[in-house]
């Protein structure tokens, strides 16, 4: 039997805003914000409400995305019958603003998550966005974005008050730039860390306690952090990724013609997301400073429509990548594997339908992560080849994900903690025929199923399976662990 060993010592804190979420209008063809919104009665929809309750996001960024490079925040507060419509600039359409600061927060209150709040950082420095037609500005500054600070953190801002909300919203995460410098197109390096300094500065006169992340991708972390003097705690960068291997078959309905072949790329994906985080831990090495990946999720090609993303495989791709991201945590603090809320998306955690709102299997995946974790990551367990586990604690509980890389085949273990014994376990646990696709009249589908640990902690991992393991531990005393290693080296 294949053992599993974990060393209980904690290595560094494992932050819960790894298991972010961000949302952000997307357009004519997928409102993805306001698709929650019940415009009837003014309010968020029920169903989209208890399966975000149900996701447990940690943390959610809003506007966006590119949507914050145009976004005028003014517009979307005070009465909504009296809101300016703003045009969706990158993804077409009218944005009516009937969400706004005041229903964000709203919405992070009703579903226990923390807000991270994009501003529009003189629209990235693109032309398409600060100033897309004659008498059109939709660039907005320091002073816009400190303004935004007092309305959301000022006890005693007026506006705020007037419009309803007498408590502070007290939003302590902020970003600042977003794909500022995609496509060679916008601010240089030396001019968005000048002006990123400019606008930290200005937001922390409203107030001086906020967390700040400041767009670090391309190659500008080093430099962006030698010229904001100590004004970021942290550096963001995106990764939208495929396989990572030639000749992908996750485009159209490719997939569907060779299971193994496709099972193969999804596996493989995990690797570009070590690389980019491996090279981002490089250029903020010894600052001190943190990442976020504030966006980060397989792109395929059509939109990211493409079905593949709505099977159990993906599913099973994506908890790989969450435990890279774990395995990163001592510099990765924020970090997110899906555009959250949508209605054609599949790249979506949460897929909006007239009838109900469903979760997609990153969200299964991630939901079970954020459930089972604990405060601190321990060293990297010793596991069987197909096993690809991550482990964490909090007190005398040990949480392990799990991951069986195999399509076909199960795998057996016995669990062990190095200088302890288990007194108890459980496992929560999706398994499932790997090309099984989400189906809309079985909202369960993809749900953990909850297990109870064998006194002799030996466990079975199904194929293509997704586990959640929670141990309760006791420390041996030392003659006793003595005893154990000597019958350990018993030839009987």
């Known amino acids: 039997m294949n053992q599993l060993t974990i060393a209980p010592r904690p290595t560094f804190p494992l932050s819960p805003r790894l298991y972010m979420q961000f949302m952000e209008p997307l357009g004519d063809t997928d409102p993805s914000v306001e698709a929650g919104w019940d415009f009837l009665h003014g309010r968020w929809k029920d169903h989209f409400v208890d399966a975000a309750r149900e996701l447990s996001p940690a943390l959610i960024r ?20 009296a809101r300016r419509p703003m045009l969706n600039l990158c993804w077409g359409g009218i ?50 974005a400190a303004a935004w600070v007092d309305y959301c953190n000022n006890p005693r801002n007026a506006g705020r008050r007037r419009n309803g909300a007498k408590r502070s919203f007290d939003v302590r ?30 937001m922390r006169k409203a107030d001086s306690g906020l967390e700040l992340i400041g767009w670090g991708d391309s190659g500008w972390a080093g430099r962006m952090l030698e010229v904001t003097q100590g004004a970021l705690q942290y550096v963001a960068f995106h990764h939208h990724f495929q396989s990572g291997l030639p000749h992908s078959p996750l485009t159209g309905s490719e997939w569907r013609k060779d299971p193994e072949r496709t099972w193969r790329h999804l596996m493989h994906a995990y690797k570009s997301t070590d690389k980019r985080i491996t090279a981002m831990r490089g250029e903020v090495a010894g600052s001190g400073v943190k990442l976020a990946l504030t966006e980060s999720h397989f792109a395929l090609p059509g939109r990211n429509r493409n079905d593949v993303l709505a099977t159990w495989a993906a599913g099973v791709a994506n908890a790989r990548i969450l435990n890279v991201h774990e395995r990163h945590g001592d510099v990765l603090e924020i970090a997110t ?45 010793v596991a069987p080849p197909d096993l690809d586990v991550t482990a964490s604690r909090r007190g005398s509980r040990v949480f392990l994900h799990a991951v ?34 989400l189906d809309c009249l079985t909202p369960g589908q993809f749900a953990p199923t909850e297990h109870a640990l064998p006194c002799n902690a030996h466990w079975t991992f199904p194929p293509a399976s997704v586990s959640a393991v929670e141990l309760v531990i006791q420390k041996m005393r030392k003659d006793e662990e003595k005893m154990r290693k000597d019958e350990g080296r018993s030839p009987n």
């Not at 809003?62 to 909504?80: C, D, M, T």
């Not at 730039?177 to 916008?186: A, I, L, P």
Request: proline share 6%.
């Open 337 to 381: 594997l899906a555009d959250f809320c949508g209605t054609n998306w599949l790249v979506t955690a949460l897929l909006i339908t007239r009838g109900g709102t469903w979760l997609m299997p990153v969200a299964r995946v991630m939901q079970l992560y954020r459930r089972h974790v604990g405060t601190k990551a321990l060293a990297q367990p």
């Open 95 to 144: 944005e009516s603003n009937q969400v706004g600061t005041h229903e964000f927060i709203d919405f992070c209150r009703l579903v226990g998550a923390e807000p991270l709040i994009a501003v529009n950082f003189e629209g990235d420095g693109k032309k398409r966005w600060a100033r897309p037609a004659p008498g059109l500005v939709r660039s907005a500054g320091p002073a816009e």
């Open 62 to 81: 809003w506007p966006g995305g590119i949507l914050a490079s145009y976004y005028r925040w003014r517009e979307g507060v005070g009465p909504r019958r």
């Open 173 to 202: 995460l902020w970003q600042i730039g977003n794909e500022t410098s995609y496509g060679k197109v916008g601010f240089d390096g030396e001019t968005a860390a000048r002006k990123t300094l400019a606008f930290a500065r200005a």
């Open 404 to 437: 069986n890389v195999s399509r076909t085949q199960p795998v057996r273990v016995k669990l062990s903690v190095e200088g302890a014994k288990v007194v108890s376990g459980r496992v929560f646990q999706i398994a499932d025929e790997p090309f099984r696709e």
